[in-house]
Structures are given as structure tokens and as C-alpha cells.
């Protein structure tokens, strides 16, 4: 942009715009006697109302980081399953965030609830799941996507959009649908298992409510953070 572009027209948001971006936050909040003391018991609460508040379009939407021997690198997986072992979600394991974990297996996974101010951030061990466990979901998912994830070399570099269509087209064609698909040797879950969980909720002032829980043997110690 040059100086003289008018600022008005220009397509782009302002410096001055972002920084002047905030809002307050509410007065409901978190606290050592309300929150439940089984951290994956609270998270579940927390997700069902995350699911039910229509602002919030992907309530299992969580970004996973991951540090490998190329630095850091982050982006959004969908959780398909949680229980006290700790959180699911499937993937290609040739991909990146897969190279990255078999290289560093702490991850964080991070729950963003903006309209409902809340934040929740794992910190855990992933690992891969049973080949069973990832045949039995795969077989769960609709076609198209069973497809493409056959087709998908996730993370690789690619001439085309084409290739990409021109090799779904015929894995469509050698499964139509309605056949069984299998799933691809290099496709499943991961399991994290988790370390911390810290539940984090806006409150007024920027005083904000940030709970954590620490894994010490099997009990979970409860700890509240300056926000
Ligand atoms: C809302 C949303 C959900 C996604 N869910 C998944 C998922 O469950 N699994 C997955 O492998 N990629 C998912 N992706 C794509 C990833 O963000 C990412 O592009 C892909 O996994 C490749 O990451 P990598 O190259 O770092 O391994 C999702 C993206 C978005 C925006």
C-alpha cells in the first residue's frame, strides 16, 4: 500500500482497527467449589453447552500444537472421542502433525469457545490408537469422506487440485458407493493422554477465571492461575 491510498477504500483492516478491538467479559464464573473435581467430568459439561450454544458452529473443533525437530507448528482437528484415558481425533499418520508427534509426542490441544468466553487447554501425550479402534470409526464416516482420505496424501506437496480430483475419481470409481471402503494403512486415531487441563472463563476487569488441573499419579490436583 502506498501512502497516498486513501484509507477508506483500502481492502484491508487497520492497524488501529485490530488494536482496538476487546470486549468485557461476563460476571458468571468459575471457581474451586463449582468446578467439578474430575477434570474430564467438567470438560464433558463444557463441551454438551459449548454443543448447545448456537454462536458456536464446531464445538469439537480444537487446535492441536505440535513441536517436532522443524519447530512449532499448529492447526485444528475435530475431537471424536473423550473419556478418562483422554481425547481421540483421526488423522493421516504420514502427515506433518504425525512426523512432528513421532519426533515430540507432548502436544497441547487447545478449545476455542469465544462466545461463550471460555478456553480449555490440554497439555498430554498422544499416541496411536488401536488399528481395530480406527477400522471401526472409519467405517462410521460417510463415503465421500472415506474416499478422501484414500485419496489425500495429507501434507504433500501437490502439482494440482486436479490430480487431487482425478485421484478421487477413480478411487470413487474401484469403490462406488455403498461398497466397503477400507480404511487406508496410513489412517487413525490418536489417543492424548492428558497431563493438565486448564478451564479458563472471561470475567469482568480482565480478571478472568483460569483453573488448572495437574496430573500427580492418578489424582488431579486443582490450582488457580493469575490471568
Ligand atoms: C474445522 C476443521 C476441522 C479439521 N479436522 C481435521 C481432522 O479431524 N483431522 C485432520 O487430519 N485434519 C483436520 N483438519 C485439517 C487440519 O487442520 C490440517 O490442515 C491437516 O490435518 C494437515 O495438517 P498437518 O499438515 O499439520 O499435518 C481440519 C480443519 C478444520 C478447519
Same mark, same amino acid.
Not at 474430575?38 to 454443543?51: C, G, M, N, R, V
Not at 469465544?114 to 498422544?126: D, F, K, L, N, W
Not at 479402534?133 to 462410521?140: D, G, L, Q, R
Not at 493438565?196 to 489424582?219: A, K, P, T, V
Given at each position: 500500500?502506498?501512502?497516498?491510498?486513501?484509507?477508506?477504500?483500502?481492502?484491508?483492516?487497520?492497524?488501529?482497527?485490530?488494536?482496538?478491538?476487546?470486549?468485557?467479559?461476563?460476571?458468571?464464573?468459575?471457581?474451586?467449589?463449582?468446578?467439578?473435581?474430575?477434570?474430564?467430568?467438567?470438560?464433558?459439561?463444557?463441551? *454438551?453447552?459449548?454443543? +448447545?450454544? %448456537?454462536?458456536?458452529?464446531? /464445538?469439537?473443533?480444537?487446535?492441536? &500444537?505440535?513441536? @517436532?525437530?522443524?519447530?512449532?507448528?499448529?492447526?485444528?482437528?475435530?475431537?471424536?472421542?473423550?473419556?478418562?484415558?483422554?481425547?481421540?481425533?483421526?488423522?493421516?499418520?504420514?502427515?506433518?502433525?504425525?512426523?512432528?508427534?513421532?519426533?515430540?509426542?507432548?502436544?497441547?490441544?487447545?478449545?476455542?469457545?469465544?462466545?461463550?468466553?471460555?478456553?480449555?487447554?490440554?497439555?498430554?501425550?498422544?499416541? *496411536?490408537?488401536?488399528? +481395530?479402534? %480406527?477400522?471401526?470409526?472409519? /467405517?462410521?464416516?460417510?463415503?465421500? &469422506?472415506?474416499? @478422501?482420505?484414500?485419496?489425500?496424501?495429507?501434507?504433500?506437496?501437490?502439482?494440482?487440485?486436479?490430480?487431487?480430483?482425478?485421484?478421487?475419481?477413480?478411487?470413487?470409481?474401484?469403490?462406488?458407493?455403498?461398497?466397503?471402503?477400507?480404511?487406508?494403512?496410513?489412517?487413525?486415531?490418536?489417543?492424548?493422554?492428558?497431563?493438565?487441563?486448564?478451564?479458563?472463563?472471561?470475567?469482568?476487569?480482565?480478571?478472568?477465571?483460569?483453573?488448572?488441573?495437574?496430573?500427580?499419579?492418578?489424582?488431579?490436583?486443582?490450582?488457580?492461575?493469575?490471568?
Amino acid at each position: 500500500m502506498t501512502l497516498d491510498t486513501p484509507m477508506a477504500e483500502s481492502p484491508e483492516i487497520s492497524r488501529e482497527a485490530i488494536s482496538a478491538m476487546r470486549r468485557s467479559y461476563g460476571e458468571a464464573g468459575i471457581t474451586e467449589s463449582s468446578i467439578n473435581p474430575d477434570p474430564i467430568a467438567q470438560f464433558s459439561l463444557w463441551l *454438551k453447552e459449548a454443543t +448447545a450454544n %448456537s454462536m458456536i458452529i464446531e /464445538a469439537n473443533a480444537m487446535v492441536l &500444537s505440535t513441536l @517436532g525437530q522443524d519447530g512449532p507448528s499448529a492447526r485444528t482437528v475435530l475431537l471424536k472421542d473423550v473419556d478418562q484415558n483422554g481425547f481421540t481425533f483421526f488423522t493421516n499418520y504420514q502427515s506433518d502433525k504425525s512426523r512432528q508427534i513421532q519426533a515430540n509426542p507432548k502436544v497441547s490441544l487447545l478449545f476455542p469457545w469465544y462466545p461463550m468466553e471460555r478456553q480449555v487447554i490440554v497439555i498430554g501425550s498422544a499416541s *496411536k490408537i488401536d488399528q +481395530a479402534e %480406527s477400522e471401526k470409526y472409519f /467405517a462410521t464416516r460417510p463415503w465421500s &469422506s472415506q474416499i @478422501g482420505a484414500l485419496a489425500s496424501s495429507q501434507s504433500e506437496v501437490i502439482d494440482s487440485r486436479q490430480v487431487l480430483e482425478q485421484r478421487f475419481k477413480e478411487l470413487a470409481e474401484k469403490y462406488p458407493q455403498g461398497s466397503v471402503v477400507p480404511k487406508p494403512e496410513n489412517w487413525g486415531g490418536y489417543l492424548v493422554k492428558p497431563s493438565s487441563i486448564e478451564f479458563w472463563q472471561g470475567r469482568y476487569s480482565r480478571l478472568h477465571d483460569r483453573l488448572r488441573f495437574n496430573l500427580s499419579g492418578s489424582n488431579w490436583n486443582l490450582e488457580r492461575l493469575s490471568p
